[in-house]
């Protein structure tokens, strides 16, 4: 062993080695809580389920107009829509544009009622006709479990969707 030559005390190794443990476990903690999603809960008729369980049970019927110019569709099921999407596939460029239709624009609809999309609410969305499809996405209100008492928007999955 060469002389002037020292080694680290074991209380500095020690201190790095606890600092080194502390970082790796808040590394393993903010990547296991990024696979736990927050859970969002809708009462209903004092039922509460969660709104990913809620998706499963709306209910939406198409409504076309005659002329081909206007649709929309009616909530035909038990829970209320807060706002929703119109996915539009264009049936000349092949694309596909959506549209939110937001609760202050018609977009909150309860059960029992209908949504109508025209020219006159909603100019920017054009006639039925000019599209290829079009899809109904819903979009639910809940509770937040973290934060008791703030609500939450929650979008369903493409497969609860209508297509009109």
Same mark, same amino acid.
């Not at 790095?16 to 393993?28: C, D, K, N, T, Y």
């Not at 005659?66 to 929309?72: A, I, L």
């Not at 909603?122 to 109904?136: Q, R, W």
């Given at each position: 062993?060469?002389?002037?030559?020292?080694?680290?005390?074991?209380?500095?190794?020690?201190?790095?080695?606890?600092?080194?443990?502390?970082?790796?476990?808040?590394?393993?903690?903010?990547?296991?809580?990024?696979?736990?999603?927050?859970?969002?809960?809708?009462?209903?008729?004092?039922?509460?389920?969660?709104?990913?369980?809620?998706?499963?049970?709306?209910?939406?019927?198409?409504?076309?107009?005659?002329?081909?110019?206007?649709? !929309?569709?009616? %909530? =035909?099921?038990?829970?209320?829509?807060?706002?929703?999407?119109?996915?539009? +596939? #264009?049936?000349?460029?092949? *694309?596909?544009?959506?549209?939110?239709?937001?609760?202050?624009?018609?977009?909150?609809?309860?059960?029992?009622?209908?949504?109508?999309?025209?020219?006159?609410?909603?100019?920017?969305? !054009?006639?039925? %006709? =000019?599209?290829?499809?079009?899809?109904?996405?819903?979009?639910?209100?809940? +509770? #937040?479990?973290?934060?008791? *008492?703030?609500?939450?928007?929650?979008?369903?999955?493409?497969?609860?969707?209508?297509?009109?």
């Amino acid at each position: 062993m060469k002389k002037g030559k020292k080694a680290v005390s074991p209380v500095v190794s020690t201190i790095l080695l606890i600092m080194i443990v502390i970082v790796l476990a808040i590394i393993i903690l903010l990547w296991a809580n990024s696979f736990v999603r927050e859970a969002i809960n809708k009462t209903i008729n004092e039922k509460t389920q969660t709104l990913e369980q809620w998706c499963k049970e709306v209910e939406l019927s198409p409504q076309i107009s005659e002329d081909g110019g206007s649709f !929309g569709f009616i %909530n =035909s099921g038990n829970v209320p829509l807060y706002q929703y999407e119109v996915k539009l +596939s #264009s049936s000349t460029s092949g *694309g596909s544009e959506i549209v939110l239709i937001a609760s202050s624009e018609g977009g909150s609809v309860n059960p029992g009622f209908t949504s109508i999309i025209n020219n006159e609410n909603h100019a920017d969305l !054009g006639n039925y %006709n =000019s599209y290829k499809s079009v899809k109904i996405i819903p979009i639910l209100l809940g +509770s #937040s479990t973290k934060n008791p *008492g703030s609500r939450r928007e929650f979008k369903c999955s493409d497969k609860y969707a209508i297509t009109i």
